[in-house]
């Protein structure tokens, strides 16, 4: 089960990628789920490592 800090370091790791070999550019998508709060929290973690790219 992924937690929303999974979500923070896999963007942050995706990001440099991209920062690295395509001059930053990201596509970002995130599926749904169940669990709407897991959801929210998972995405507001995403949104926030983007950010802080």
């Given at each position: 089960m992924l937690h929303e800090d999974?979500?923070?370091w896999i963007t942050a790791e995706i990001a440099a990628i991209a920062s690295d070999k395509a001059c930053g550019r990201l596509v970002s998508v995130l599926e749904g789920g169940y669990d709407r709060s897991a959801l929210a929290a998972?995405?507001?973690?995403?949104?926030k490592?983007?950010?802080a790219a």
């Open positions: 999974d979500f923070t998972s995405a507001a973690a995403h949104v490592a983007l950010i």
